[in-house]
């Protein structure tokens, strides 16, 4: 559901796109595991010359998800607190740094002590390794008990009753992700005790005009391009070896991400 190539044609009329463009996508049509593939036009984004392919390709759906969640569903600024789940993870480590580049405080949870080292290093000023500490209890004592502006949740049912139990007054729960499996049922009363705000976004309704989806494209790139944004892209393979790589995944040997070069 992301990938970025070159141009090679374009339908009768249309114009802004032209062949020798390279251009990149994020979404639907799924198809991206093909050397061709057809898209519509108002679907893709110019890529500029300071973004290489494969930067490009590697940050499309990650990069456009970090993009709309703090600018849009909650916009992050200087003196915000926020608390992001999988700190290590890909969307993770981008809201990580980004959310730091923007000024705010950052505490991140992660599973291991070699991730915690990643998050500090993406820009989380906090770090709780969940497994061996309750990550409810530390937030509160990072924060002194105010709790934190926003939780940006992609884990789901593990995560989510203590995301609610961080939040401060009025404060945002974004959940973006389940990897844990889907949360329990909510009542009305667990967002009325701090009168919470609760927010179930997805990247393709945050982009569905032209000027949204360039938007967020731009931003997206300038920032990778000023290096306030760095992506890992640790492991290429041919797309002929596709099975391969996802193999690979299964067996947890990769880290960062992964692109297949036609």
């Known amino acids: 559901m992301e990938a970025c190539g070159v141009v090679t044609a374009v339908g009768p009329g249309l114009t802004g796109r032209q062949v020798g463009d390279l251009v990149a996508y994020a979404g639907t049509p799924m198809g991206s595991y093909a050397e061709e593939q057809i898209l519509p036009a108002d679907g893709v984004v110019p890529v500029p010359d300071s973004v290489s392919p494969v930067i490009a390709a590697s940050i499309m759906v990650k990069g456009m998800t970090a993009q709309f969640l ?3 569903c909650f916009k992050v600024e200087p003196g915000h607190t926020i608390l992001v789940h999988a700190a290590a993870g890909g969307v993770g480590s981008l809201l990580c740094q980004w959310a730091n580049a923007l000024g705010a405080t950052v505490i991140g949870t992660v599973s291991t002590k070699e991730k915690a080292a990643q998050a500090k290093d993406d820009g989380a000023h906090h770090v709780i390794i969940y497994k061996e500490e309750d990550f409810v209890a ?3 004592e990072i924060t002194s008990g105010n709790g934190v502006d926003v939780v940006y949740d992609s884990v789901g049912k593990d995560t989510f009753q ?7 007054l ?9 990897s844990s499996g889907t949360p329990d049922p909510v009542p009305l009363s667990a967002l009325a005790a701090k009168s919470l705000f609760l927010t179930r976004p997805t ?3 945050c982009n569905v005009t032209r000027d949204d989806l360039l938007g967020a494209a731009g931003e997206l790139f300038a920032n990778v391009a000023s290096g306030v944004l760095r992506v890992r892209v640790n492991h290429t393979y041919p797309v002929s070896q596709a099975p391969q ?5 299964e067996d947890r040997k990769t880290t960062g991400s992964v692109v297949l070069i036609p």
């Open 203 to 205: 990247l393709m309704h």
């Open 162 to 168: 203590g995301s609610l139990a961080c939040l401060k």
């Open 138 to 140: 530390r937030v509160n």
């Open 245 to 249: 790589a996802h193999a690979d995944l």
């Open 170 to 178: 009025r404060g945002y729960m974004v959940s973006f992700g389940q």
């Open 70 to 72: 703090l600018h849009r």
